[in-house]
């Protein structure tokens, strides 16, 4: 979920040759992306027959309305779930932008969340593969960050375009590819909030390493995380 010492643990002696070819999750966490692959205009609808819990993050830019994936990718929404329930999302912020300059613009990722507080996060969770959950990285969907598989607790990623670099490779000789990252759910309504969060200034002196300068200067906080069907307060 973070990126320190990226070097060490996500081979960034690769850093400079891939640089226009990665997508990263939080600090420590990167991951390829196809320029073949055609990103969607709109966010995507889960198929009918698998359900969904529908939440919604109030934040200071408006309201994003997100369909868990609950059956298909069950620990990892029902996680998400969690923090929403318990309040743990309450008063968070979308803190970081990602930006790539290929591709249908705008493109690349947020990122939000609980940021290692103690007294937000609970115990990482196992960690679950797109290709066995079938819930893909594309415009829209949440994916958790972590370091190694297994860490993930309160921060996650918005994708703004298509990412299946970011999905499972089971054929990667790289262990971190062949495991990708858990998406859980998508977008339902919102997404041009989504664009105005990853519009937003950031700060050149914030963050750290090859981070430096992905930091929002003005984080978009998260006042609510509720339950579609529970009113706002």
């Known amino acids: 979920m ?7 643990d996500w081979h960034h002696c690769h850093m400079i040759t891939v640089l226009k070819q990665i997508v990263s999750l939080f600090v420590l966490v990167i991951a390829p992306i196809s320029l073949a692959a055609q ?5 995507v609808e889960s198929p ?7 939440v ?13 994936e609950t059956e298909r990718a069950p620990i990892t929404a029902n996680n998400f779930l969690r923090y929403v329930d318990e309040g743990r999302l309450d008063g968070t912020v979308f803190y970081r932008r990602m930006e790539l300059d290929w ?3 705008p493109n690349g990722l947020i990122q939000g969340g609980t940021q290692f507080d103690p007294d937000r996060i609970l115990l990482p969770i196992p960690h679950e593969r797109t290709t066995d959950t079938g819930v893909l990285h594309l415009r829209g969907a949440l994916s958790m960050a972590r370091n190694e598989p297994g860490t993930a607790t309160g921060d996650f990623s918005i994708m703004l375009q298509d990412a299946p670099g970011m999905n499972a490779n089971p054929d990667s000789p790289d262990p971190l590819w062949q495991e990708g990252y858990a998406a859980f759910g998508y977008v339902t309504s919102g997404m ?24 929002l200067a003005e984080p978009v906080m998260i006042m609510k995380a509720r339950r579609a069907d529970t009113p706002p307060d």
């Not at 990103?39 to 966010?43: I, L």
């Open 2 to 8: 973070t990126l320190e010492n990226s070097a060490k």
């Open 48 to 54: 009918a027959q698998y359900s969904v819990t529908n």
């Open 39 to 43: 990103p969607v205009s709109e966010p």
């Open 192 to 215: 041009d909030i989504v664009e105005a969060i990853h519009a937003a200034p950031t700060d050149p002196d914030k963050g750290e390493g090859w981070m430096k300068g992905q930091m």
């Open 56 to 68: 919604v993050l109030e934040t200071s830019l408006g309201d994003l309305v997100i369909a868990l």
């Open 103 to 105: 591709g249908t613009q």
